[in-house]
C-alpha cells in the first residue's frame, strides 16, 4: 500500500500524520483502538498529540479508507478497509487479530428477511473466539 496514493485517491490532503497512522495500521495484524494508534504513531512523529490522531482517524474513515469496528466489550477499533465495498472479521479475543471474511452471511438472510417483508438497509458482523495461536496456548 503507498499512503500517498491511498489519501491522494480520496482527495485528501498527505500529510505525515496521515502517512503515520496508515503505516501503523498496515503494519499491524490486529485490528487497533485509537489509543494503540497513538502509542505507534508517537514513535514516528514524537510531540504528536492524541486529539489530532482521533481527528484524522474520523477523517479516514469518513472517507472510506479505514473500518471501524465496534466489539461487544465496548470501544471502537480500526482497521485499513482491505477492498471496495464490505468485509466481515474474525477476531481474536486473546490477542486481537483480525482476519477478513471474504464471505458476506447476509446474503443467506437476506432471501428469509425478503420472505417476511423486511428490507434491511446495512448489516455488520463480527465474530470473536479464539485464533490458531490462542486456541494451542489454552482457553
Not at 103 to 116: F, G, N, S, V
Request: aromatic share 6%; proline share 4%; with cysteine.
Amino acid at each position: 500500500m503507498d499512503a500517498e496514493k491511498l489519501l491522494k485517491a480520496q482527495q485528501l490532503k498527505v500529510t505525515p500524520q496521515r502517512k503515520a497512522i496508515l503505516t501503523v495500521l498496515q503494519n499491524s495484524d490486529a485490528v487497533l483502538s485509537a489509543q494503540d494508534i497513538f502509542a505507534e504513531v508517537i514513535k514516528i512523529l514524537p510531540g504528536i498529540n492524541f486529539s489530532t490522531v482521533y481527528r484524522n482517524l474520523d477523517v479516514l474513515l469518513a472517507k472510506g479508507i479505514l473500518c471501524r469496528i465496534t466489539p461487544d466489550s465496548g470501544g471502537v477499533l480500526y482497521e485499513l478497509r482491505m477492498k471496495e465495498g464490505h468485509h466481515h472479521h474474525v477476531i481474536c479475543k486473546r490477542c486481537g487479530t483480525s482476519m477478513p471474511l471474504e464471505y458476506c452471511p447476509m446474503e443467506d438472510i437476506e432471501t428469509k428477511l425478503a420472505e417476511r417483508g423486511f428490507t434491511p438497509t446495512e448489516h455488520r458482523f463480527e465474530i470473536y473466539g479464539y485464533c490458531q495461536k490462542c486456541s494451542e496456548g489454552g482457553e
